[in-house]
């Protein structure tokens, strides 16, 4: 999994926002995301398959949605809001390392990007404006940030910024 970078997401559906197919930098590997329990509307628990690697994003307590937890390849990261209540800046941490991530504009949710590493840079954006269907990733982290990590900034930007329908 280590040797391809996650580039993009496209919803899967064009009116669902619960399935999403992943691109990589290799055109013959991509993966899905998508809800666990979409018969019944629970937004509160993600799978996701990329090859042979599978991972698991839950809120960790289903009345609090400011605090998720990412598990991919033995790793888990950490996600809280950095201010109760609001959604556009969460600190991350996998036990290695600690980031920000947050909405580059307070009232735009259509850029997100990594704050004040030492890591390297991580950003996503739509890759059409005003349109929440189609993200690219930019991942130009150090190789020992975990794919839970970047997986965590992927997911909260994608969650955060479109309907729930």
Same mark, same amino acid.
Do not use: C
């Given at each position: 999994?280590?040797?391809?970078?996650?580039?993009?997401?496209?919803?899967?559906?064009?009116?669902?926002?619960?399935?999403?197919?992943?691109?990589?930098?290799?055109? =013959?590997?991509?993966?899905?995301?998508?809800?666990?329990?979409? !018969?019944? +509307?629970?937004?509160? *628990? $993600?799978?996701? /398959?990329?090859?042979?690697?599978?991972?698991?994003?839950?809120?960790?307590?289903?009345?609090?949605?400011?605090?998720?937890?990412?598990?991919?390849?033995?790793?888990?990261?950490?996600?809280?809001?950095?201010?109760?209540?609001?959604?556009?800046?969460?600190?991350?941490? =996998?036990?290695?390392?600690?980031?920000?991530?947050?909405?580059? !504009?307070? +009232?735009?949710?259509? *850029? $997100?990007?990594? /704050?004040?590493?030492?890591?390297?840079?991580?950003?996503?954006?739509?890759?059409?404006?005003?349109?929440?269907?189609?993200?690219?990733?930019?991942?130009?982290?150090?190789?020992?940030?975990?794919?839970?990590?970047?997986?965590?900034?992927?997911?909260?930007?994608?969650?955060?910024?479109?309907?729930?329908?």
């Amino acid at each position: 999994m280590s040797q391809h970078t996650i580039i993009g997401l496209g919803v899967k559906w064009a009116d669902s926002f619960g399935e999403w197919e992943v691109q990589t930098d290799h055109e =013959d590997i991509n993966g899905l995301l998508q809800l666990r329990w979409a !018969y019944r +509307n629970d937004w509160t *628990e $993600w799978d996701f /398959r990329l090859g042979d690697t599978t991972a698991t994003i839950r809120k960790k307590w289903k009345d609090d949605p400011g605090l998720w937890e990412i598990s991919a390849l033995g790793k888990t990261v950490t996600a809280r809001t950095t201010w109760r209540g609001d959604f556009r800046s969460w600190r991350l941490d =996998d036990g290695k390392h600690s980031f920000t991530w947050k909405s580059r !504009y307070s +009232n735009i949710l259509e *850029e $997100w990007e990594l /704050r004040e590493s030492s890591s390297g840079s991580f950003s996503v954006y739509t890759y059409y404006k005003g349109d929440p269907r189609d993200w690219v990733v930019m991942d130009e982290l150090d190789q020992d940030v975990s794919f839970a990590m970047r997986l965590a900034m992927i997911f909260l930007t994608i969650y955060h910024s479109t309907p729930k329908v």
